[in-house]
């Protein structure tokens, strides 16, 4: 299995509400991440979980908050967010180490809209 | 700062030609460098790497050069298929640090 889901495919929130984006895979892997991608931009580090521990946080606004229930789930609980936090928001893992242990498998994304 | 760098936003081949793609970083330290193909409403799919121990690295019709005098790498699909017409995304890293560094996406469309 070299899959890696995300729920939900898409997601409409207003300003006020809270939601939650869910990442899972099933390979093993000890590293997650989470990662925002604009339209026409690379995806943006948010993320990492190493060993289900945040590992890097890449300066993210508080409205975004990262879990990590165990090794095969991640999730991204939002709050209180922006119109310009619109994004298509990735989630992947691999496996901890160099080289070719640096190869991440990215699951589909939630396309997010704030109105 | 963009430490990885792709200069072409786009690329045009007839199919059954040769695509190159390219890349630049400022890094030295990036000692590891993927490529991610990406179709539209999907998440990056991983295609090649290259280590900077190695300055070329084959796989079917895909070959990545890599050039550290020049900081500079390339990806060549040959021959290229109408299939392949996707955002394709250049990446780094350096040793056991976590974090991978995109480039800004070069899109390709192979025309049958």
């Known amino acids: 299995d070299t899959e890696v889901t995300q729920t939900p495919k898409h997601l409409v929130m207003g300003m006020t509400n809270k939601k939650s984006l869910k990442c899972e895979q099933h390979m093993g892997h000890r590293a997650m991440y989470w990662y925002k991608q604009k339209a026409k931009k690379p995806p943006e580090l948010m993320f990492v979980?190493?060993?289900?521990?945040?590992?890097i946080n890449e300066s993210v606004p508080s409205r975004f908050s990262p879990e990590c229930p165990n090794s095969s789930l991640l999730n991204l609980h939002l709050h209180a967010l922006q119109p310009e936090d619109s994004a298509l928001y990735l989630c992947?893992?691999?496996?901890?180490?160099?080289?070719?242990?640096?190869?991440?498998?990215f699951g589909p994304g939630t396309r997010l809209t704030v109105t | 700062d963009q430490q990885v760098k792709q200069n072409s936003p786009s690329l045009s081949v007839q199919e059954g030609r040769i695509s190159i793609l390219n890349c630049d970083y400022t890094n030295s330290m990036f000692d590891y460098f993927l490529w991610y193909k990406k179709y539209p409403a999907e998440g990056p799919t991983f295609l090649i790497s290259?280590?900077?121990?190695?300055d070329k690295n084959e796989d079917g019709r895909f070959t990545v050069f890599l050039n550290k005098s020049a900081k500079h790498l390339s990806l060549h699909i040959v021959p290229s298929q109408p299939g392949d017409s996707a955002v394709y995304f250049c990446a780094a890293k350096s040793g056991g640090y976590q974090k991978v560094t995109f480039g800004t996406g070069t899109k390709l469309q192979v025309i049958p």
């Open positions: 992947a893992s691999s496996q901890i180490g160099q080289g070719d242990l640096a190869e991440q498998y």
């Open positions: 979980y190493s060993y289900e521990k945040l590992s």
């Open positions: 290259i280590s900077s121990i190695k």
